[in-house]
């Protein structure tokens, strides 16, 4: 039987886990493939620590060339994270010809135009599923399942890390802080968890999707973000009041010959699916013209979640080497010369309802005075609510609007928030139903 060989670029809990599946799963995917996935090197920093694997200590260097330019190596497994280092690794692989499997979502959502352009000139296939929302196969349902579907419109919950805090807050009442350590330490949070609780990490996956299903370049700057860290335990429970859940949601919509792509807390109906998503766990759909909703769901974070999307590319790429098919599936779902100058809806333009507490004087006239400001700016208000008992004479005042366009919505909020009678900064949360 055929061995193809294998190096691997970072052994933290993602690379650890994909030698564990590897070694442990030798048979299983010898019989899928009809060859031998063989690790053959690993390269990290620390090849001191035990992490309970049977390869043999002459596999292990702490030089990543040494992986990279070993001449018997056919796919190196890029998880190193990052995008200094782990750019450098991936264009001498590409320059050495090697093929490449990685789970660097920052490292594709920033450079991939680039990086794709350099490996299509080599002829070296590279293969990202693990970089989008773990295990759940969404880069080959859009590339492959869905090629005859013209697709209008995805959304994700991607951020496990991001979903877990607002769970056991939503769930638990408990405090922000504590909860993302929690993240930490159980391991699905970013070594940098700003990245996660900003939504930039999010918007990485989105800008990825957002190609794949758009037949985009791949857009990171145009993406707007805004993460959970304003999301108050008081704006939870006035959601569930209303009958929304809050979650971090990635938008991506063609509207008006162009993408909205945004990520943001966004109120879901209680019975939208997204609603019932918790904890760790994502879910992606993506509505094409044939098949409608398809609703994809996982873990979109951990060792075997991701190693099991990292294999599942290494099989691809084998499979692309035993029938020498390379590039078989084009990168970015798209021919290259496909790929078009489609831009991202500016912000401004894009149009949803909005979910905003004010903090008002308790005073007659208060709601006229915030109802005329929305009127001007043609806003209409759905539903209003007002609790009693705010500190010091002041109440927190909820709106529902209906439709309204961003830029509107934002010119209301800050003539209202000039007002007498209004304290502080209005909280906007956008809803989707
Ligand atoms: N930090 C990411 C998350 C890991 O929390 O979802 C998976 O991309």
């Keep these: ?12 809990t993602v690379g650890t886990g994909v030698v564990r599946m590897l070694e442990g799963e030798k048979d299983l995917i010898a019989s899928r493939l009809g060859a031998e996935l ?100 969404i880069i080959k349902t859009i590339r492959e399942t869905l090629a005859g579907n013209t697709i209008s419109s995805l959304a994700g919950i ?14 638990e009442g408990v405090g922000f802080e504590e909860v993302l350590k929690q993240a930490q330490e159980i391991g699905f949070a970013e070594a940098d968890p700003t990245l996660d609780i900003e939504g930039i990490d999010t918007a990485h996956k989105l800008a990825i999707l957002n190609s794949l299903a758009y037949g985009m ?21 006035f959601a569930e009041e209303f009958g929304y859940r809050i979650k971090l949601l990635a938008i991506g919509k063609r509207t008006n010959g162009a993408v909205e ?48 999307a990292v294999v599942s590319d290494l099989v691809d790429i084998s499979r692309n080497l035993i029938n020498q098919a390379g590039q078989r599936v084009p990168y970015l779902s798209f021919q290259s010369d496909r790929i078009s100058d489609l831009s991202v809806l500016p912000m401004e333009e894009v149009t949803t309802r ?15 005075q915030i109802s005329g400001i929305l009127g001007q700016y043609n806003i209409s208000i759905r539903s209003v609510h007002q609790k009693d008992g705010g500190d010091e004479g002041c109440v927190p005042l909820v709106m529902l609007t209906s439709m309204a366009r961003e830029k509107d919505m934002q010119s209301a909020i800050s003539d209202i928030e000039a007002l007498e009678i209004i304290l502080g900064k209005a909280t906007l949360i956008r809803i989707e139903e």
Aim: aromatic share 6%; net charge negative; with cysteine.
């Design 1 to 12: 039987m055929k061995t193809i060989k294998i190096g691997i670029l970072g052994l933290g």
């Design 38 to 137: 063989e690790v053959a090197k690993v390269a990290d920093l620390d090849i001191d620590t035990d992490r309970g694997l049977t390869l043999p200590k002459d596999r292990f260097t702490t030089d990543a060339n040494a992986v990279i330019d070993d001449p018997d190596i056919d796919i190196i497994v890029e998880l190193i994270g990052g995008e200094t280092f782990a750019k450098s690794c991936f264009e001498r692989a590409i320059e050495k010809g090697k093929h490449i499997v990685t789970a660097n979502k920052a490292l594709i959502a920033s450079h991939g135009n680039e990086l794709f352009r350099m490996a299509a000139e080599k002829e070296v296939d590279i293969a990202f599923e693990a970089s989008v929302a773990g295990c759940i196969p």
């Design 158 to 171: 991607m951020n496990g890390t991001c979903n877990y805090i607002l769970t056991r807050i939503t769930q």
């Design 217 to 237: 370049k791949i857009n990171l700057d145009d993406i707007y973000v805004e993460g959970i860290t304003k999301v108050t335990l008081e704006d939870i429970r």
């Design 261 to 308: 792509a945004r990520v943001h807390p966004t109120m879901i109906p209680m019975d939208n699916l997204f609603a019932s998503v918790n904890h760790s766990v994502n879910a992606v759909n993506v509505h094409g013209h044939a098949t409608e909703d398809v609703f994809l769901v996982g873990q979109g974070a951990g060792m075997m979640p991701t190693a099991s």
């Design 354 to 368: 909005y979910y905003v507490r004010f903090t008002a004087k308790d005073k007659p006239g208060v709601l006229s």
